[in-house]
């Protein structure tokens, strides 16, 4: 089982640290990994793959929870996005939403903001409440960080979090022009959607966690380490956000 997570893991972490940390000799891995798959060892991996297969189609509906509140008196921007999603620079169109995370304390509540150059995220909050703040937290962070100078595109849904006079004033302030998705159309903000989608999958639904502070560690640490830094994706030419960010500066 140590053999086996190393494999797992080389690509992510130096095959010398692994060995280290797990207490084995780099030399009984090599011999491991170049040791033909025995028939058993091969009847128990199809085994367990079907077994992987037969829990997804019979996992339980999740619970569902609705963040995007569109009956409000705010005005509405018009869809500029047009489901483009590709920008051919950093801070060209940036996206943004939120999620819900279940925990044994309530719901606890994450708004990103995600730059479609790269599938980064750059700005988020986590909070136990829908207010406005939680995404104003958010496009603060992606503002301080990415400090962008040039033609902005916010998208995102006609939510009042971010139709509110508030969101509104600080995306003018800076320059930025609103995007708004067409009502009760997700596939209007599909990358962001296809974040929250990884992270549930990856993270969310493999955990139970007690209370929101839990959550909240847990969910840091994978978008700022995991997502951010090591996940590669074949839209960026199987680089990480990050690494592919710091290529097309170079």
């Excluded at 409000?72 to 620079?89: E, I, M, N, Y």
């Excluded at 719901?107 to 479609?116: E, G, K, N, P, Q």
């Excluded at 496009?139 to 509104?168: E, I, V």
């Excluded at 930025?176 to 296809?194: H, L, P």
Aim: aromatic share 10%; with cysteine; net charge positive.
């Amino acid at each position: 089982m140590r053999y086996a997570f190393i494999e797992a893991k080389k690509g992510i972490y130096p095959i010398r640290l692994l060995c280290h940390i797990l207490r084995v000799s780099r030399s009984g891995y090599y011999a491991w990994r170049d040791r033909p798959e025995s028939r058993r060892a091969l009847e128990s991996r199809q085994l367990l793959a079907h077994i992987r297969r037969s829990h997804g189609r019979s996992r339980r509906r999740r619970r569902f929870r609705v963040t995007t509140h569109s009956r409000h008196t705010w005005p509405v921007a018009a869809d500029q996005l047009r489901r483009d999603f590709k920008a051919s620079a950093p801070n060209r169109k940036w996206a943004a939403d939120i999620t819900y995370i279940p925990t044994r304390e309530g719901w606890l509540y994450l708004a990103v903001v995600l730059d479609l150059y790269s599938r980064r995220i750059v700005g988020w909050s986590m909070a136990s409440h829908l207010n406005r703040s939680l995404v104003l937290d958010a496009l603060r962070m992606a503002l301080k960080r990415r400090q962008p100078s040039t033609r902005l595109l916010h998208h995102s849904d006609q939510g009042g979090q971010y139709a509110s006079g508030d969101y509104q004033q600080l995306l003018a302030r800076h320059g930025i022009q609103c995007s708004m998705s067409r009502r009760g159309d997700c596939w209007d903000n599909a990358v962001v959607e296809s974040f929250f989608a990884t992270l549930k999958t990856e993270l969310i639904h493999q955990t139970t966690y007690d209370n929101r502070d839990q959550a909240r560690r847990d969910i840091f640490e994978y978008i700022e380490t995991e997502y951010n830094r090591q996940r590669r994706y074949s839209t960026l030419g199987y680089l990480s956000p990050v690494e592919f960010e710091r290529q097309h500066a170079a």
